[in-house]
């Protein structure tokens, strides 16, 4: 019985002994698996931080990009702005040139004719005057020919007396030639030669 009870004792004790062992082991393998656990968590902590702190680098890069490309895109606009309204600068000034030239040219055309029309006026008034003068100087040159005419014909027939018999007497000239051909006998001229009348003596 005393062997019995101490095998049961020794069979109890081992038990015992094994339980402990294997709940020594047990223990020993969740603190394992706990620290396993622990330094997954951290190593996943750590990672997870890693992978934070890349997405954080890459999306400041990524604004940073966004930001310099914002200021690009906004510099081109400005640029592009001013370009457009040089351009329309441009434009209406070339538009204000071209206007005044024209104007200019308008207003030298203008000139031009008034000048032309002038001169034109000018010419004729001075032709309208030398015509004018002309026609005073011809008529008083008539006029002066008039009363020196009037004034010599006024004078021949106040010296000359009307005498119709006077046609039918040998001239002076007459006289001289029959005295060279040597007619001597001074007898009255029985013959005198025909020569044709004057329209002006006709009818006298």
């Known amino acids: 019985m005393r062997m019995q009870a101490q095998n049961e004792a020794q069979l109890d004790t081992d038990k015992r002994a094994k339980e402990v062992a294997k709940q020594l082991k047990f223990e020993k393998e969740r603190k394992e698996k706990d620290f396993r656990l622990q330094m997954w968590k951290k ?7 890693q992978d934070r702190e ?29 370009y457009v309204q040089q351009k329309e600068e441009d434009k209406e ?7 005044m030239k024209e104007q200019a040219e308008r207003e030298e055309n203008l000139w031009l004719v008034k ?14 005057e030398f015509k004018l003068s002309e026609k005073q100087t011809k008529k008083e040159l008539e006029d002066e020919r008039e009363k020196r ?3 010599l014909k006024e004078k021949v027939e106040a010296q000359i007396q009307h005498d119709p018999s006077r ?13 060279n051909t040597g007619k001597s006998d001074g007898g009255p001229m029985l013959h005198l030669p025909h020569r044709a009348i004057p329209s002006w003596r006709k009818g006298i």
Not at 43 to 49: H, I, W
Not at 54 to 82: F, S, T
Not at 115 to 128: A, H, I, T, V
């Open 115 to 128: 000048r032309g029309m002038s001169k034109f006026q000018e010419r004729d008034f001075l032709k309208l």
């Open 93 to 99: 000034f070339q538009k204000l040139e071209s206007q």
């Open 149 to 151: 005419f009037a004034k």
């Open 54 to 82: 890349k997405q954080m680098k890459e999306d400041a890069e990524k604004l940073k990009k966004q930001r310099k490309e914002n200021q690009r895109r906004y510099k081109a606009k400005k640029i592009l702005e001013v």
């Open 43 to 49: 190593a996943k902590e750590k990672e997870f931080a």
């Open 167 to 179: 046609l039918f007497k040998p001239t002076k000239g007459w006289e001289e030639h029959t005295k």
